[in-house]
């Protein structure tokens, strides 16, 4: 019986060089989703993506305005990742049911979530326009038969699409399951994160079809039943460059709470307020 290998070719060459304001910019934007996760969690009474703050930041921090984001049904860090303003995130987490309205058909059932992902890159055309489709799936893409279908035509038609596995299921998928990468990564190192990233979207944007991330934890400390945490594990990474981020942190923090504390004020008093987190163009929810 043959043993399963997971396929890890890298296709394009990540910047071997990511400069020191790049490298803030990923762990600001970390500390802010956490931040945000916190007030949407206390809103909406149920976990959201605390802990995977590596894997959402380093995928998207490159995307472009007319490039699409598929995110599971969180509205909090999905929206603010693509550009929402928290006035209208707040007001979508005020509201009675909780929850954004979708652009996808429905609420994705085990293993179809990469179908609808892969319905938003067909529907947005085959790669002639340079832009991408960066799917976040909280489960295994191909782990139904609808699911492996939807990956196979993704493959045939060379979707310019690249799914982020945020629970790393696919990381065993085997190696001659499918003509694309398959490439696993340390979920909680957002640097791992924003080099396989940037491999992955380059290649989609110059035609050469989808890929997936699976982004599963490699802690040191996996081995006793723990996780490391990414804003954690940043934070040391940044400090051993010369770079502790101490002091920038209280400042973060302090500024977007207040933030944070006014959009919560002001969401839902004005037609602004009101616009749906959902109506910013090219993003939509599982």
Do not use: W
Not at 14 to 27: D, T, V
Not at 86 to 113: C, D, E, I, M, V
Not at 127 to 147: D, E, I, M, R, W
């Amino acid at each position: 019986m043959a043993t399963k290998q997971t396929k890890k070719t890298i296709p394009e060459t990540a910047p071997s060089l990511i400069s020191n304001e790049k490298l803030q910019q990923m762990y600001s934007a970390m500390l802010k989703c956490r931040i945000l996760e916190a007030h949407a969690r206390d809103l909406r009474g149920r976990p959201t993506l605390k802990g995977k703050e590596a894997a959402a930041v380093g995928a998207t921090i490159d995307l472009q305005p007319d490039d699409a984001l598929v995110f599971p049904a969180n509205a909090a860090v999905g929206g603010f990742l693509k550009g929402a303003s928290l006035s209208s995130l707040f007001a979508q987490l005020q509201a009675k049911n909780g929850t954004p309205k979708r652009k996808a058909a429905t609420s994705a059932g085990p293993g179809a979530q990469s179908s609808l992902a892969t319905g938003v890159a067909l529907a947005r055309g085959t790669g002639k326009t340079g832009n991408v489709t960066l799917a976040f799936l909280s489960q295994h893409p191909g782990q139904s038969p609808t699911g492996h279908e939807a990956l196979l035509f993704a493959d045939a038609h060379k979707l310019p699409i690249v799914y982020v596995d945020i629970d790393g299921g696919s990381e065993n998928i085997a190696a001659e399951a499918y003509r694309f990468p398959v490439i696993p990564v340390d979920g909680s190192d957002v640097v791992a994160v924003y080099r396989v990233a940037h491999e992955c979207i380059v290649r989609a944007r110059r035609g050469g079809g989808p890929s997936i991330i699976a982004c599963r934890p490699f802690s040191v400390k996996e081995s006793i039943g723990g996780s490391q945490d990414p804003l954690r594990s940043m934070e040391n990474y940044l400090s051993l460059k010369g770079l502790s981020m101490h002091d920038k942190k209280q400042r973060i923090i302090h500024t977007f709470e207040a933030e944070i504390k006014q959009a919560i004020k002001t969401a839902g008093k004005t037609a602004a307020s009101k616009k749906s987190a959902d109506s910013i163009p090219h993003l939509f929810y599982l």
